[in-house]
């Protein structure tokens, strides 16, 4: 899958390609604007962890990056690929990125090893037996493979979060965006889903992800970025963040989470 | 419940309700009756009220059913009932069918769901009936054994099915998917085998069997119209969605029995054909508007996440509606879509009503109308009602138990 198992802290991210470049991104609902003017560009393999209020705009612009939401205005690049109406741009961008879900939204009429094999066998048109393989070895990799013949609602959540991510990796994506993956676990499920999260981050992927650990944030994030308001207000290292955050909003935001 | 101390058997001190129950059955009976039957005054009046109405009611339907009535307008007329104009010399057609549908029944029940007490007890009764219908009279002592062999295929299918492993895996798969298969592919064979190959021609279905042959049709031709008709009115596009809310509300701001009407005269000039074709349309047409709007509920109450991690995983429009939106939306329609089937399955008596096509009520009418059966209307009439109860009460019945297994895949 990727060529840098043994990733370190001190990567050299500068010579990566800009894998998502996102320029003056709007995006309006009805009245409201919930993306206001966002540029960014996030290189292959690199963390980025998104904070904000709720309401802030953090979850929607994930969702636009997989065109779960549409953008009004901008333009949004990923992996080379133009996000426009051309279906198979779309289909191209949505089988490189996986998407991991707050509420899971596993296929509750599916056992966990068809969740997994659904895309790779109806979208790449792997055999069944190849797809069960991948399925298993996925399985394996979340550390539930006695799991694979149960279904969604046999599994605890922490559990059926770590169903979800395999099922996004089973499509091989280049890029993982995760939507508030642990908000709707029960705490002592958490670090179960955050060490899965934590060991595909060392092998390299690139992952974009909202949460509101902020242990997570400080251990993996190369990268993090404060949005409030739909504006990106503050970006910078997990360090800069903690120890020096220079803009109001994102010191208040930080000492009520903090 | 049971809370015994394990480490000292000699000294067990049974809680209070365990000595209740060891007393006489009979003492416990007298006990619940002084506390729920004769707890006060007007208590003890209510219940003496009611028993006296009860048993009067009792007494009433067993007089009727074992001095009064004469069920010879029953047994004499058991053909005209039950196939009517049917070719008699084809009679073999109509058991294949039987044993057919018995025997679905049976693997039905042996793969989503088991036989409970109350299940045998339900083929146990539904069989004394069915055999005191067919022997009784000096009747041939065929159609009995051809029914029995129907009740053993009910069971052998049963007994095959519930000894599979219901853990999920491939075989497991490959067990629902061929029940499923042969359950869509049921009322063809059973269209073909009826008509076909010098069967009977499509007017000489009579009776039970016309009765028997036009819900399915209504009812699943109705599931084959309404997943597009609900699809199209919940679509985005104007035109679509306004044509199909038009039909919808069309079809089901009239009675079915004005529709019937429209088969009769309006669809004789459009399309012709055999009455009772058209009679299956105009059944169809109309379980399909209100089949529409069940799935289209079932599809609003569906998580949005779903078809959202449907497009996640890269899968398009169509692949998402057909493998993660529809099967859910059909699984949580079940139950509003059997009180619409049970529903058109006592609604095949109108046919009789507007449209010369004979069916069991229709020849029942047929029966009272010979002179020496005027007197026995009410047998007549109480038997067509209890044979429609019978069959609404398998349907409701078999999509309780296939529901309850169903739910277990359920979040």
């Known amino acids: 899958m990727t060529t840098e198992t043994e990733a370190t802290p001190t990567r050299d991210l500068e ?18 604007q919930a993306l206001d003017n966002i540029s960014m560009r996030i290189k292959e393999h690199e963390i980025v962890v998104v904070l904000g ?65 659904l895309g790779p066998r109806k979208v790449r048109r792997m055999p069944k037996l190849d797809a069960d393989a991948l399925a298993m070895q996925l399985l394996e990799r979340v550390g539930i493979p006695e799991q694979a013949e149960k279904y969604p609602a046999q599994l605890s959540g922490g559990q059926q979060q770590r169903v979800a991510i395999a099922r996004a990796l089973a499509m091989q994506p280049k890029i993982m965006l995760f939507d508030e993956p642990t908000s709707a676990l029960d705490p002592e499920m958490i670090k179960e889903v955050l060490d899965v999260m934590q060991e595909l981050a060392r092998s390299g992927m690139t992952m974009i992800v909202v949460t509101h650990e902020m242990g997570f944030a400080r251990e993996v994030a190369d990268r993090l970025i404060f949005f409030d308001e739909g504006s990106l207000v503050e970006e910078g290292t997990p360090q800069h963040f903690f120890e020096n955050p220079q803009e109001d909003r994102t010191k208040l935001f930080l000492s009520q989470i903090l | 419940m049971v809370d015994m101390p394990a480490q000292n058997p000699q000294r067990i001190v049974l809680p209070p309700h365990r000595e209740r129950a060891r007393r006489p059955r009979i003492v416990r009976f007298r006990e619940w009756a002084r506390r729920n039957l004769f707890n006060s005054r007007a208590g003890t009046a209510l219940t003496i009220i009611t028993a006296a109405i009860l048993a009067l009611i009792v007494y009433g339907v067993v007089y009727f059913v074992f001095v009064d009535a004469n069920w010879r307008v029953i047994t004499e007329n058991r053909w005209l009932l039950f196939a009517g104009g049917y070719p008699m010399d084809q009679e073999w057609r109509l058991w294949f069918s039987v044993m057919f549908v018995f025997l679905l029944i049976g693997l039905t029940y042996g793969t989503w769901a088991s036989l409970g007490r109350r299940d045998h007890l339900f083929i146990v009764l539904a069989s004394g009936f069915a055999i005191l219908l067919l022997a009784h009279g000096g009747a041939a002592i065929w159609s009995t054994i051809w029914y029995l062999i129907a009740v053993g295929l009910l069971y052998a299918g049963y007994a095959i099915m519930i000894r599979m492993p219901r853990e999920a895996g491939p075989g497991r798969t490959l067990q629902q998917r061929s029940v499923a298969g042969l359950l869509i592919a049921a009322l063809p064979i059973i269209l073909i085998v009826l008509l076909a190959f010098g069967g009977a021609r499509p007017r000489e279905l009579e009776g039970f069997v016309l009765n028997l042959v036009l819900a399915p049709v209504g009812i699943a031709g109705g599931l084959v119209i309404a997943i597009p008709l609900a699809l199209g009115r919940a679509s985005r596009m104007r035109a679509i969605s306004w044509t199909c809310t038009t039909y919808i509300e069309v079809v089901r701001g009239a009675p079915l029995l004005g529709w019937l009407f429209v088969a009769l005269f309006i669809l004789d000039d459009v399309i012709g054909g055999e009455l009772i074709v058209r009679a299956m349309v105009v059944l169809a047409v109309f379980t399909a508007a209100y089949m529409a709007e069940y799935i289209r509920g079932a599809l609003q109450a569906l998580p949005g996440g779903q078809s959202e991690a449907a497009h996640a995983v890269g899968l398009n429009q169509f692949q998402s509606m057909q493998l993660i939106v529809m099967p859910q939306a059909l699984r949580i329609s079940i139950p509003p879509m059997v009180g619409q089937a049970i529903s058109i399955w006592k609604d095949t008596t109108l046919v009789t009503v507007i449209l010369p096509l004979r069916e069991l009520k229709g020849n029942a009418d047929s029966a009272i109308a010979q002179f020496e059966f005027t007197p026995d209307r009410i047998e007549a009439y109480v038997f067509v009602a209890v044979v429609f109860w019978v069959v609404a009460f398998i349907m409701s019945r078999i999509s309780q138990r296939v529901e309850g297994s169903l739910g277990i895949g359920e979040r």
């Open chain 1, 15 to 32: 010579s990566m390609e800009d894998i998502i470049i996102a320029e003056n991104v709007d995006k309006w609902f009805g009245d409201f």
């Open chain 1, 53 to 117: 209020p709720s309401g802030s705009g953090k979850s929607t612009f994930i969702r636009c990056l997989n065109r779960l939401e549409e953008h009004d205005a901008g333009r949004i690049v990923i992996d080379g690929i133009e996000m426009n109406d051309d279906v198979r741009n779309l289909n191209a961008i949505r089988s490189e990125v996986g998407m991991v879900f707050q509420q899971f939204n596993l296929f509750p009429h599916l056992s966990v090893m068809n969740n997994i094999t």
